[in-house]
């Protein structure tokens, strides 16, 4: 390792240095502002979405400029409605949640936190990006093909999506680009995934025992591990799917269907095939967008009360247990899909064991508080407001966990309420919390702190003002996917909610430009910041903002502490660095 | 700062609790035997995951209001405590393993049993955006049919009229009668992908998947008439996948049915 050190040298060109960059540090920006872009996207197209759900007849002409053929005549047509469901679930879980917090703040600063130079694999790393690009890429063509984007959703049901365009519109070329775009998205985690466990194992600097790691490298380490062993299973789903589609197997497409009159020729394939494919990647997915906040949110919420995190190997163990019981829990996205109800039962158990390692961190969070010194900033805002969030999120999951409630909120607004709180706006909350918190190490200046306040207040209750009263949808019946209430005499009372909804969200997405805008300005703009603005304890900020290339120099750093020893009595400071020397704790 | 995020967070809780309790727009009454149940269950599960959020977003505040920074005081010093973690581990296990146990009460009434026998037998057979209504007839049998034969416009099951018991069926398209007060048995089918017949007054969901053929059963108490919603997305009409279903009393059920059978 110290001979990989010596020649350790920044690229001269500006090519190999910033865009076919193997380093770690430049990946993990790449990554992250993939995901900006991504997000943007996925934010406008839910914006089209709202306005449909609240005044499904009207036209908006400036709207259709952005896609003209699909919204030829100014109005959002059903079809296309359903090709925003699907690409905005699908830009969202893949290229925001799974990249923003795993791919960027993983890449950026697990090496750093663990005190090595770069990733174990550097050119993986940067392939590993690239490649991720080109999913991107991949899946936005979708929108521009003949029959536009796929209108089967992000969960892809076959038959529906494995039949083609005879099924609907979308179905032809738009979801084969969907399904590579998957199966790009796929390799490239694999091969983070890889990445992010060789560092975490082999990589670590001298001292810093695994005990020692800040919890979100357990987390982004635990998440490695579940990208490992989930996203093959998507792949090798993709890859029979593109086979029914344009081969003409038959895994998901059993026999005697008929399509718009059509007979089709295939024979002895099973539609819930694909869906037990699917979730058992889909539901650790869950996990892998969400356990990086948690991660992150335990690391801000010690920093900001100057307390260490409260059970330590309590948070550990439960980022295990929930990652082991994700594995086992997949079914519960098939209560009523025509499975085995017995294997429904055991699904249910298991789901809701789940929670008690959610619980458990909850607690800890709590504990974490009490009698703390709570400073509050920016980054600890969000990560506040993601404990108050996952709790929210968290307990609805009691009521869909159970199969008998399950039969009336399965794929209803309820469900639509539930994954957004737990999975998106959670694992948003962790990001932006990271994102202020590391921002002064990624760029060397301070995000603006009014702004960055005025960005939480906006956000934090303009999501609940979403999201609270999208469960009553559900409670009602509203089935989930559907482009209007019109259609049907029980849905109708309910279109007052869809307004209200509609008018958060576009507050909520309105305050997102002052993110975007504090984030820009202050990479140039913003004032200075020094190696340890925060007052931390680990790796990170013991080097200069931004970092050099090959982060410590020549010195590896020797960890003497764990990572969260604040308001240690008796210690010189409130905080002692992981790096501090070993007589700091007494002084 | 603190006691501004504090309010805000009370404020949410109070504002979630009163959508919850007040019931401005909730389920449908309940009209099948088993929907009671459920309902039960949920408010159940509603009462103590809603004493849980208010409790922990409660705390959440108070811990953020009584803890915020003051001066240069240090925080309290400590790591970790076996006992507390041993404590709320097992309280929450206990509560909701216990609410996953009560949840499969209904769900192993509806279904780990078979139909109970004498049940009306009905198929559905959902195809992109219709459903499609098959009773056996006076014979009490279905008959064959055959994928070649169907045809939207006189035969929409393919109907095999070789078959003596294919000749009494009677079969409608979004138009579903059934009697009140008797065990109903349903056989859900698909011509083309996967749909979910879902009337929230029954609770009753179950999805339509092409190639199986699901039996589910339910019995309605209360006679009116019902909205039948397609629940997995299914194509772009999806939204309008619309069909009826009546719960009538026994004697105008009959003469629906004969009705039926003229047409």
Do not use: K, R, S
């Given at each position: 390792m110290t001979q990989a050190v010596a020649t350790h040298e920044a690229p001269k060109s500006f090519i190999r240095r910033y865009i076919f960059s193997t380093d770690h540090k430049v990946i993990g920006l790449q990554y992250l502002f993939l995901a900006m872009a991504a997000v943007t996207i996925g934010i406008v197209l839910s914006i089209y979405m709202r306005l449909r759900l609240a005044w499904p007849t009207e036209r908006w002409p400036l709207l259709a400029k952005l896609f003209p053929q699909a919204m030829a005549g100014g109005t959002i047509s059903p079809e296309f409605y359903l090709s925003l469901v699907t690409m905005h679930g699908t830009i969202m879980v893949f290229f925001v949640l799974t990249t923003a917090p795993l791919g960027g703040f993983g890449n950026y600063f697990l090496p750093i936190q663990v005190g090595?130079?770069?990733?174990?694999?550097p050119v993986l790393n940067m392939l590993s990006f690239w490649v991720t690009l080109a999913g991107f890429l991949v899946l936005l063509a979708a929108f521009f093909v003949s029959g536009g984007a796929p209108i089967s959703g992000w969960t892809a049901y076959a038959p529906l999506s494995a039949v083609g365009e005879i099924a609907g519109p979308g179905l032809g070329m738009g979801q084969n680009l969907w399904i590579v775009s998957i199966a790009l998205f796929c390799i490239a985690s694999l091969l983070g995934a890889l990445n992010f466990i060789t560092t975490t194992l082999n990589l670590r600097t001298k001292g810093m025992s695994m005990t020692r790691l800040p919890l979100t490298v357990w987390a982004w380490f635990t998440t490695a591990v579940l990208a490992l062993l989930a996203f093959p299973v998507l792949l090798a789903g993709g890859i029979l799917l593109l086979l029914d589609r344009v081969a003409g197997t038959s895994f998901f497409v059993p026999a005697g269907l008929i399509v718009s009159d059509k007979i089709l020729p295939h024979k002895g394939g099973s539609p819930l095939l694909w869906q037990h494919l699917f979730w058992f990647f889909g539901h650790p997915e869950v996990y892998i967008a969400i356990l990086p906040g948690m991660g992150i949110t335990s690391h801000v919420l010690s920093t900001f009360a100057r307390k260490p995190i409260f059970g330590y190997r309590a948070m550990v163990a439960a980022i295990f247990a929930i990652g082991l019981l994700g594995f086992l829990v997949w079914g519960h996205h098939m209560f009523v899909s025509g499975m085995s109800p017995y294997s429904a039962i055991a699904f249910s158990l298991l789901t809701l064991s789940i929670g008690v390692p959610s619980a458990i961190k909850t607690f800890n969070w709590l504990a974490t508080l009490y009698k703390a010194q709570i400073r509050f900033t920016v980054p600890m805002l969000f990560a506040l407001g993601f404990v108050s969030i996952f709790v929210t999120g968290g307990l609805s999951g009691i009521i869909l966990g159970q199969t008998s409630l399950d039969i009336p909120m399965h794929d209803t607004y309820f469900v639509v309420a539930h994954f957004h709180l737990i999975m998106g706006v959670a694992a948003i909350f962790g990001i932006f919390a990271g994102t202020y918190y590391w921002f002064p190490k990624m760029f060397g200046r301070m995000m603006n702190d009014a702004l960055g306040k005025l960005h939480f207040w906006l956000t934090f209750i303009g999501i609940y003002a979403i999201f609270i009263p999208m469960h009553i949808l559900g409670i009602a019946g509203h089935p989930r996917r559907?482009?209007?209430?019109?259609?049907f005499d029980f849905l109708a009372p309910l279109q007052p909610i869809h307004v209200f909804i509609t008018i958060a969200a576009l507050v909520t997405a309105a305050a997102q430009v002052l993110f975007f805008f504090n984030f820009f300005w202050s990479i140039w703009k913003g004032r200075r910041a020094e190696i340890n603005p925060w007052r931390a304890t680990t790796l990170e900020w013991t080097i200069p903002s931004p970092p050099p290339h090959d982060n410590f120099g020549p010195q590896a750093p020797v960890v003497h502490h764990g990572p969260y020893e604040y308001s240690v009595p008796g210690a010189a400071e409130d905080y002692i660095l992981?790096?501090?020397?070993?007589?700091a704790m007494k002084s | 700062m603190g006691f501004a995020l504090a309010l805000i967070i009370w404020a949410i809780t109070l504002a979630t609790v009163v959508l919850f309790a007040g019931r401005f727009w909730w389920f449908p009454e309940a009209i099948s035997e088993h929907g009671p149940s459920i309902d039960r269950q949920f408010m159940l599960t509603l009462t103590i995951i809603g004493i849980a959020f208010v409790l922990a977003q409660a705390t959440l505040g108070f811990f953020i209001i009584r803890y915020r920074r003051r001066g240069e005081e240090r925080a309290s010093y400590w790591h970790e405590s076996r006992r507390l973690e041993i404590l709320w581990t097992t309280v929450t296990a206990v509560v909701f393993l216990s609410l996953a146990v009560l949840g499969q009460r209904v769900w192993a009434k509806l279904h780990l049993n078979a139909p109970p026998p004498g049940a009306l037998q009905v198929e559905v057979t959902a195809q992109q955006f219709v459903w499609n209504i098959r009773y056996p007839g006076p014979d009490g049998k279905f008959g064959r049919t055959r994928?070649?034969?169907?045809?939207?416009?006189?035969n929409p099951v393919g109907l095999d009229f070789t078959d003596p018991a294919a000749r009494d069926d009677i079969v409608t398209v979004n138009q579903m009668a059934i009697p009140v007060n008797r065990d109903i048995h349903v056989i859900l089918r698909s011509k083309d992908v996967i749909h979910s017949f879902w009337v929230p007054p029954l609770r009753m969901k179950q999805d339509a998947v092409p190639g199986l053929a699901i039996n589910i059963h339910f019995k309605a108490v209360k006679t009116g008439q019902f909205e039948i919603a397609c629940a997995e997305l299914c194509g772009l009409s999806h939204h309008r996948m619309r069909g009826f279903l009546s719960v009538l009393p026994e004697p105008e059920f009959e003469a629906w049915l004969r009705q039926r059978a003229s047409q």
């Open positions: 090595a130079h770069d990733m174990a694999f559907y482009a209007e209430t019109a259609g992981q790096t501090a020397p070993p007589t | 994928t070649e034969l169907i045809n939207d416009v006189d």
